[in-house]
């Protein structure tokens, strides 16, 4: 009977290898899905903030475009002077201009914006985002009487890789 019992005992006295070798391959399966989880939501999180960064720069874009036609129809210009025929053009908002926004055709200062610590602004150094803005002036013949003058504007700002934002908005003389 005592050599029964001391086979007993020798049997659970601790983890076989085997055991812990189990034990170990499951706390590496539940640490490696946590961690696995962890960098899915820091990616997601980091993409949608560059997915609203680049929205709010495409918005950026179509209110620059505005705010020169409300500042033709102020100085008495014609509303298209200067917005009528945009092509590939980098437009950057300006406080310290007396205009208020940088008119760049060609982008030849740059069609990538940087972040300066308070504003984005355009520069020809490689950027995560870039923004271009096209413009196109044209009379529609509608059946209703009088031709309607309008300017399209489409505005694209990509923000990495398979990263873009695309908007488009037309302006209208109604003044």
Not at 17 to 32: K, N, P, R, Y
């Amino acid at each position: 009977m005592q050599k029964l019992n001391s086979k007993k005992n020798k049997l659970q006295r601790g983890f076989t290898l085997l055991e812990s070798m189990v034990a170990i391959a499951i706390f590496t399966m539940g640490i490696s899905t946590a961690v696995f989880v962890i960098t899915q939501s820091i990616s997601v999180g980091t993409r949608t903030k560059n997915k609203i960064i680049a929205a709010n720069l495409t918005q950026e874009g179509i209110e620059v475009v505005r705010n020169i036609r409300d500042r033709n129809w102020l100085a008495g210009r014609p509303w298209v002077d200067g917005i009528d025929a945009l092509t590939n053009a980098c437009l950057q908002w300006n406080s310290d201009n007396v205009a208020g926004f940088f008119i760049d055709t060609g982008c030849i200062s740059g069609a990538n914006l940087s972040f300066d610590g308070a504003h984005y602004v355009q520069t020809t150094s490689p950027a995560q985002f870039s923004r271009t803005v096209d413009t196109q002036h044209f009379l529609d013949n509608e059946p209703n009487p009088g031709d309607i003058e309008r300017v399209r504007i489409s505005v694209i700002t990509t923000c990495g890789a398979n990263c873009s934002v695309t908007a488009e908005d037309y302006l209208y003389n109604w003044k």
